[in-house]
């Protein structure tokens, strides 16, 4: 249990609790103070006592809170780092995208790593995320009016253990699918004079490969009338229902990227995740995909049910050997709507942190780059998921998304378009509803609703 004199700063701080198992059990109290120049925390747990004083002059109500719940979090987070004896990886640090942190130090005139190590940061991934905004140089821009198009496809063929997302046996969905292609074709119409300068188009899922070669043409020839040559990803995803037929479509309609989501290159993993084929498929997936000349991307998840450090290990060298462009390593996450989550209080982190280390050693002396790294709530362990490229080869779409310096504009079931007001520092968002029949009912009104939100 937790509490704090400051409503405000309440799922801040309850964002720390999370990262320390066993402390949501403890009693901790939280009382805040600031006289306009210095910042006080002192926090209870358990009985014992702890207390830091931050100097900082606030120029703005924004600045205030924004700093209010930065020295807040640090102040519980030294308190709990000190009655657990742990320290995370990340220290205090639980927003998701700790690289928006750097960019935003840097524009301010001063270097990052003073304060990534005031909030507790270890030195390795201080300097990963030093790679990270090296790696982006080529390629990061902050450009009023550049615009991604992400185009959602929620069928699967099952539904993994650690998925949250909306979609399901496409069995169960498929009765839907003219009618949801339908209305892709005219929300992608409609999108197409909104886009200003567009960076990147990826169609995602969900899994896009299950669908029919005719309904997948379908996309593909809507996408391709606005894609005109730029990067133009389709996460393919299980190796399972690859086909060249289906390659075949993408290499006409100009996709440049594909993903093959293989998480592991255990047998045993898969199954247990819920996936339907074996490692052999994975590589019966690159094999027929070589031929096609598209940048891969592939997939691996760190610390999977009763997964070992050596499968883990084996999945990395054997991703490493099929050379695909970009490799990203995830760590197991907790998603709300997940079966994981339904039958998983806490996540195991034995031989986390090594399975983590394993994969920047390997990845780094292979030639892969870390170039964009995001963290999310629950994971396991508290680190992050880091996507790794080969020089030349990062994916557009994915820093974009990342550090949010690009519109992102979404069609279809779940998909969440974001207007970037880089003038103003601000971002405006429209979600599509997440099941497919109420999208099905809302989407002419989501088209007029895009309209206005990048058409001003």
């Known amino acids: 249990m937790m509490t704090t004199n400051e409503p405000f700063l309440q799922p801040e701080l ?14 901790i109290g939280h009382i805040f103070s600031y006289d306009g120049a210095v910042f006080e925390n002192t926090v209870t747990v358990d009985g014992r006592s702890f207390s830091r004083r931050d100097a900082f002059s606030v120029q703005s ?34 927003g998701i995208r700790p690289t928006r942190l750097a960019y935003q130090e840097l524009a301010a005139g001063r270097e990052f790593s003073p304060l990534f190590r005031t909030m507790g940061v270890s030195e390795e991934n201080i300097a990963l995320t030093a790679r990270v905004l090296k790696t982006q140089e080529p390629v990061y821009e902050r450009q009023e009016g550049s615009c991604d198009l992400f185009v959602s496809l929620p069928f699967c063929p099952t539904k993994c253990t650690y998925c949250s997302f909306i979609t399901a046996p496409i069995a169960g969905t498929e009765k839907y699918l003219p009618a949801y292609l339908s209305a892709l074709e005219q929300e992608l119409a409609a999108a197409a004079p909104l ?42 995803g299980r190796p399972d229902v690859f086909s060249e037929e289906k390659l075949d479509l993408c290499k006409k309609y100009g996709v440049t990227r594909l993903c093959i989501n293989a998480q592991s290159f255990s047998d045993r993993t898969l199954a247990a995740i819920g996936r339907k084929h074996s490692a052999e498929d994975v590589f019966r997936a690159f094999a027929m995909t070589a031929p096609y000349g598209f940048d891969l ?28 462009a970009n490799i990203t390593v995830h760590t197991l996450c907790l998603k709300r709507g997940a079966r994981l989550k339904e039958e998983t209080a806490r996540l195991k982190e034995d031989g986390l942190a090594e399975m983590i280390a394993y994969s920047r050693e390997k990845l780094t002396a292979a030639g892969y780059k870390p170039y964009y790294l995001y963290r999310q709530k629950y994971m396991a362990g508290a680190h992050e998921n880091v996507g790794w490229t080969k020089p030349n080869k990062a994916c557009i779409y ?30 405006e968002r429209l979600a599509s509803p997440k099941d497919i029949k109420t999208y099905l009912e809302k989407y002419p009104l989501l088209i007029e609703e895009k309209a206005k939100l990048f058409g001003a």
């Open 14 to 27: 309850m964002d720390v609790v999370r990262l320390f198992d066993g402390a949501d059990a403890l009693a």
């Open 61 to 94: 109500e924004l600045e205030f809170k924004s700093m209010a719940k930065r020295f807040s979090k640090l102040a519980l987070y030294e308190a709990l780092s000190a009655v657990t004896g742990k320290r995370l990886p990340w220290g205090a640090l639980t």
């Open 195 to 236: 886009i200003k300068r567009l960076r990147s188009v990826y169609i995602g899922g969900g899994t896009p490969f299950v669908l029919r070669p005719e309904d997948l043409e379908r996309v593909l020839v809507s996408a391709a009338k606005i894609a005109h040559g730029c990067e133009f990803t389709v996460e393919a």
């Open 297 to 324: 991307n592939c997939d691996l998840i760190a610390g999977l049910t009763g997964e070992s450090f050596g499968e883990f290990a084996n999945s990395v060298d054997t991703a490493i050997a099929l050379s695909p």
């Open 398 to 427: 994915n820093i974009d998304v990342m550090e949010e310096t690009a519109d992102n504009l979404a069609v279809g079931g779940n998909a969440i378009s974001k207007r970037v007001i880089l003038r103003e520092n601000r971002i």
